[in-house]
């Protein structure tokens, strides 16, 4: 567990308004992977364009208010932040996060006690029980699955601790068990995958989808949006292989590995994340293909992928933002003033392919 106090000077913050108004927030880090070369510097404008931006809530999206949740009103400078990261730090999606509620909290002046499960569920739960003990006011989650939160959600409850809920869904009733989840589309993010694989591959041929981890609705709605897409556009292009890489580089590459033997045919694989498509690219070179011989859609958009577009071995990314941040803090600030938010805050995506890859690369982390 650590626990990292921030009492220095607020600095000066953009303004904002409600997150209804599906206003983009300021988000301020960017992290880089262990391998990436870069100096993970920005300019302004490379800065300003990798925010996380709301997509304007549909009329009669459900909010929640305070009320309504059942908590009690406080001053967010002066509450105790809880931060639960669900998997090791070693995947730049993570290391970003992470960083990104780190920043915010400190440029805030809030209190933050922050806890990594180290990809572990039954951690994960004995993480946030810890953060309730050691008296977190609110609680920001990035779940590790979907099902078997009843035993925080009780306890976050008795207390009235209002708990906001990044990246993966808790399956719980929102506005009850929880006040917010903010993410990407992810039913979307598997489209528009499918329609660059579709673009890559001229909608003909087998193609392989990398799986991410099971037990969450991440992995469960990309594989549906990607599935839906190519039925509705693409019927010559066949999914003939399905396996779970578990959203990390090692399994990619070696399930990678197994599908080049077991259909040597494939032209395409869509990977449910960077770092298995990046794994992907590794046991391609390592069989002796050639950038370009087995087409490769991903979902992130870190350096390295990006970089992978750049250099051929990847035909499109897709992004998901995880620079939360700014907007975990300020659904909890609007939230604990009293003021209605989206249960649901989905973040617009950008995405990376042949024609801007290598002028956007400063946006990827």
């Known amino acids: 567990m650590q626990r990292t106090t921030h009492r220095s000077r607020l600095l000066a913050r953009p303004v904002v308004v409600a997150l209804a108004a599906a206003v983009a927030l300021t988000a301020t880090s960017c992290a880089k992977s262990e391998d990436d070369a870069s100096d993970g510097k920005k300019s302004p404008a490379a800065a300003a364009d990798s925010e996380q931006k709301v997509v304007t809530p549909k009329p009669g999206s459900k909010t929640c208010t305070i009320d309504a949740y059942g908590g009690e009103k406080i001053d967010l400078k002066g509450a105790t932040v809880g931060f639960s990261q669900s998997e090791k730090e070693a995947n730049p999606f993570r290391i970003a996060e992470t960083q990104s509620i780190k920043d915010e909290a400190e440029k805030r002046g809030v209190e933050l006690l922050t806890a990594n499960a180290q990809s572990q569920f039954s951690k994960q739960i004995s993480d946030v029980q810890d953060l309730l003990a050691k008296g977190a006011d609110l609680l920001v989650i990035a779940p590790l699955n979907s099902d078997g939160w009843d035993p925080v959600l009780q306890a976050a409850a008795a207390k009235k601790v209002p708990i906001v809920t990044i990246d993966r869904k808790i399956n719980a009733t929102a506005c009850k068990d929880y006040v ?140 998901s933002n995880p620079r939360f941040g700014p907007l975990a803090f300020q659904t909890l600030d609007t939230f604990t003033q009293g003021k209605e938010v989206p249960q649901d805050v989905v973040i617009q995506d950008s995405a990376y392919d042949a024609d801007n890859a290598e002028q956007d690369l400063g946006k990827a982390y």
């Open 180 to 319: 917010s989840f903010i993410a990407s589309d992810f039913v979307e993010q598997g489209r528009r995958a499918a329609d660059q694989m579709i673009e890559a591959t001229d909608g003909k041929g087998e193609v392989a989808i990398l799986l991410g981890s099971a037990g969450n609705n991440v992995t469960t709605e990309r594989t549906k949006g990607f599935k839906e897409r190519v039925a509705e556009k693409a019927p010559g292009l066949k999914v003939v292989f399905e396996q779970t890489g578990d959203f990390t580089r090692e399994k990619g590459q070696q399930v990678t590995e197994q599908l080049i033997q077991s259909k040597p045919g494939i032209k395409g694989i869509y990977a449910e994340n960077d770092e298995m498509g990046l794994g992907a690219v590794a046991a391609l070179k390592g069989a002796g293909k050639k950038a370009g011989d087995i087409r490769i859609v991903t979902v992130d958009g870190t350096r390295n992928a990006v970089q992978g577009v750049v250099d051929g071995w990847i035909s499109g990314v897709i992004e």
